[in-house]
């Protein structure tokens, strides 16, 4: 098998983060790759822009700043260091694919949730990465895995 070179890890910061990161971790210790990770703000004008007569700057700022903070403390637990840590505003399946792009990853590891239906393999932002993506894509099992009843 090919070695990866350059893995992007992509985290929401949620508790999934760590299995995701451990993993590529894995792979990027056997390897040699460089680890980078990206999260992605949601603008609140995504959701709430239309509706809503209201500056919501403020409030991205401080979300983006908590960010921030976390994936900071989140790099530094895995050794990765600030300039591999992307921290960026749009649509999560999006920016995942264009910063991979943008640094030349080869792989992009996602967590996905076990989910029955058409979501059985993949969570929606996991599903959103792996169609489209132009490198090969890790979907790394996460929560609890829910079976079918
Ligand atoms: P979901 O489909 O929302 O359950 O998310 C599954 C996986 O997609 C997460 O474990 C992350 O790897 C990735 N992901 C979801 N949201 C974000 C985000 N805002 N920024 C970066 N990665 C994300």
Do not use: W
């Not at 959103?128 to 609890?144: E, F, I, N, T, Y």
Request: proline residues 4%; charged residues 20%.
């Amino acid at each position: 098998m090919t070695n990866y070179k350059k893995l992007i890890i992509a985290v929401d910061l949620s508790e999934d983060s760590a299995p995701v990161a451990d993993r590529a971790q894995g792979l990027a210790a056997d390897s040699g790759a460089e680890l980078h990770l990206i999260h992605v703000i949601e603008p609140l004008s995504f959701a709430y822009g239309g509706d809503i007569p209201m500056d919501f700057s403020g409030i991205q700022d401080e979300i983006h700043q908590q960010a921030a903070q976390q994936l900071t403390r989140f790099g530094e637990q895995y050794g990765i260091p600030p300039e591999r840590q992307h921290i960026v505003l749009g649509r999560p399946e999006v920016e995942i694919h264009s910063k991979a792009e943008e640094i030349g990853a080869d792989l992009i590891v996602v967590g996905s949730h076990g989910r029955y239906g058409l979501a059985l393999l993949m969570g929606s932002t996991a599903n959103g990465v792996l169609h489209g993506a132009s490198c090969d894509v890790l979907a790394v099992r996460v929560g609890a895995c829910k079976t079918k009843s």
